[in-house]
């Protein structure tokens, strides 16, 4: 009896139908489940496959009510191998004026399921939305409906809750560890800051799943961490069905994925007209490896100066001293000479980019803290502010040429629009001429004259700016970002917006930052949150090492480029894992480009204060220890209509 009852129980999981159509016959009286006992054991084994074997297999010579119920159920198996087309073969079979009403509802499901498998998503979830809601025994196979329509248009979240009331229907210990994969799956897909916006969750079998996640993601670059946070997770929650196996294998699995270099080579320009930016870096790696508390590989260093060639000789004499993986060069000429060669016997972690024109080699990864990356983050920051219409003032030159073009192409991308972009001099002091350009006051000065001349009188006109404009972005260095923001208050833009890159912020505090009160920014964590770290604390190593203050965006660089070589394969191969390194939420791209995301910050009071608002908004973490900015800091600063 106990075989007949749990056969019952998984003809409901394991299927789907369609409502009822107008016209037909009345329903058939309920047919009895045939025995199927073998059926069973084939399913609580696992073997699916088998289980639609033998139902097809007795179909055939079934009673044609009773041919139908186990067709359908084949399929509903067929389609949980992922075999669509057999699924679909097995469905054009079934008569469903010869379906009881509730495999009518199933079939509908299927059905359902099959359009998610076409691609179909609209369709599919309009139709599910059209279903009544199902009795309490067809809920099991609904709510399997429900979370593949979600996966399918990207709702994850929506996916897990869907999974996890699952979960507790189940009783069949095979379908259970197949349902708790797929929470995982599915928990995998949802983004890290709703993950983060949910912390600390409620203490309910969702929030347990959700804190696992969380927990995991955080910390699945660091094995030695990882271990011991989940192992206090299942403390908490003892009873919860992650723990029994699956805790064990993401523990073993993210160990298993950590690699470690044994041999590092460190291409660094140590001496020449850069040797400062090369002793930063240097400084920084080396802060990290001496706070390492785990395994460490052996670290040569290649001093490769100014000529670019003698970085592809000191890559050679790396590979032939035996080490494994290289760290540089710190140069785009010197990457480019690199590069051409054709192939790479070791990885290398180039700490510049290539030119667009150029193709990375088959084990090449690049990070560098480039002035385009600023640019498209500024413009997502905007975007994410609900601004989209921008005017966009950089300094003459190439520098300026990059930043403009990136902003741009970022924020189109994005749905917004560059209205207006102009050049000023950077070594100059007044760009009133740049400004009055760029909120058309010279077109306002022109209009005048010539209202002036055609009236011959003497008339006075008031020059008004455009009212287009949601923002101004500047590309600006300190110097000339605290000139330019006092001249664009005199022209009549106090209210609007200004987002600037994080070269207009020094990384210090400084009195004459009180000239960029107002001003938005984005920047790396280093400078905004000298308290976190990754074993490495900024705050104490000011104390100690000079270089920290002088070049600080430099040392962090060096950090981040150390956590890095343990972490390049994963974060490679699993292109929407991060690592909340110190230059930014750190993750890479399918051609092996290291991307950042940046912190968001303001001007208050002459210091740059890390926007509490703004950050939720753009997807960071470390909420709680930050300052919300109210109203009245807003008016202060002349940035209202943010």
């Not at 001007?603 to 753009?618: C, E, H, I, S, W």
Request: aromatic share 6%; net charge negative; proline share 8%.
């Amino acid at each position: 009896m106990r075989a007949i009852s749990l056969i019952a129980l998984l003809t409901l999981l394991l299927t789907a139908c369609a409502p009822p159509q107008p016209g037909v016959r009345p329903t058939p009286p309920e047919t009895p489940a045939v025995p199927a006992a073998p059926v069973a054991e084939r399913l609580a084994a696992g073997d699916l496959a088998g289980a639609a074997d033998l139902l097809e297999q007795r179909a055939r010579d079934a009673a044609a009510e009773e041919r139908q119920q186990l067709l359908l159920r084949a399929a509903e198996l067929r389609l949980d191998l992922g075999q669509a087309t057999q699924a679909r073969s097995l469905l054009r079979q079934i008569s469903e004026v010869l379906l009881p009403s509730q495999a009518r509802y199933r079939k509908a499901l299927l059905e359902i399921r099959l359009l998610l498998a076409d691609g179909h998503t609209g369709a599919a979830e309009n139709r599910l939305g059209l279903l009544p809601p199902p009795p309490q025994e067809l809920r099991p196979a609904w709510l399997k409906a429900r979370a593949e329509a979600a996966m399918a248009t990207g709702k994850p979240l929506d996916a897990v809750e869907a999974l996890v009331e699952l979960d507790g229907l189940l009783t069949e210990p095979a379908l259970q560890e197949q349902n708790r994969r797929a929470i995982w799956t599915a928990l995998s897909a949802v983004p890290m800051d709703q993950l983060r916006a949910l912390m600390p969750p409620p203490p309910s079998q969702l929030g347990a799943w959700l804190e696992l996640a969380f927990l995991a993601r955080s910390h699945r670059l660091e094995p030695t961490n990882l271990q011991s946070v989940l192992l206090q997770w299942r403390q908490r929650y003892p009873d919860h069905p992650a723990g029994a196996t699956l805790l064990d294998e993401l523990i073993a699995d993210y160990t298993a994925a950590a690699w470690q270099p044994e041999k590092v080579a460190l291409l660094l320009p140590l001496s020449g007209q850069i040797a400062a930016a090369g002793q930063a870096v240097l400084d920084g790696f080396m802060a990290a490896y001496y706070a390492d508390p785990d395994a460490k590989p052996q670290v040569r260093i290649y001093d490769v100066g100014d000529e670019p060639v003698r970085a592809l000789n000191a890559y050679k004499e790396a590979i032939d001293a035996g080490s494994d993986f290289v760290v540089g060069p710190l140069t785009k000429e010197a990457l480019i000479i690199l590069a051409s060669q054709g192939e790479l016997p070791a990885p290398l972690l180039a700490l510049n980019t290539l030119p667009g024109e150029e193709r990375p080699l088959p084990g090449m990864y690049q990070f560098a803290l480039a002035p385009e990356d600023e640019a498209i983050a500024a413009a997502d920051y905007a975007i994410a502010q609900g601004l989209s219409r921008a005017l966009v003032m950089v300094p003459d030159g190439d520098w300026g040429e990059r930043v403009a073009a990136a902003f741009g192409e970022a924020l189109t991308r994005r749905g917004g629009r560059v209205l207006e972009t102009v050049t000023y001099d950077p070594q100059g002091t007044d760009f009133s001429a740049a400004i009055s350009a760029l909120l058309n006051l010279d077109a306002s000065h022109r209009r005048g004259r010539q209202l002036r001349s055609t009236l011959r009188r003497a008339i006075q006109v008031e020059p008004r700016r455009r009212q287009d404009v949601d923002f101004i972005f500047v590309g600006a260095f300190p110097r000339e970002a605290r000139l330019i923001r006092p001249q664009l208050r005199f022209f009549d833009a106090i209210d609007v917006p200004v987002v600037m890159t994080s070269h207009a912020y020094g990384g210090v505090d400084d009195p004459a930052d009180d000239d960029l009160n107002g001003v938005r920014f984005v920047d790396m964590p280093w400078l905004l949150h000298p308290e976190r770290g990754q074993a490495v604390n900024r705050l104490e190593l000011q104390q100690l090492r000079e270089q920290a203050l002088q070049q600080p965006r430099l040392y962090a660089f060096g950090i981040d480029a150390y956590w890095l070589l343990r972490h390049l394969p994963q974060l490679a191969q699993e292109p929407g894992m991060t690592l909340e390194g110190h230059t930014g939420v750190i993750s890479v791209d399918a051609s092996g480009k290291v991307r950042r995301q940046l912190y968001a910050a303001r001007f208050r009071g002459g210091v740059a204060v890390p926007d509490k608002n703004d950050l939720r908004t753009y997807g960071f973490s470390t909420l709680d220890a930050l300052p919300a900015l109210d109203a009245a800091s807003e008016a202060e600063d002349n940035a209202a209509a943010w």
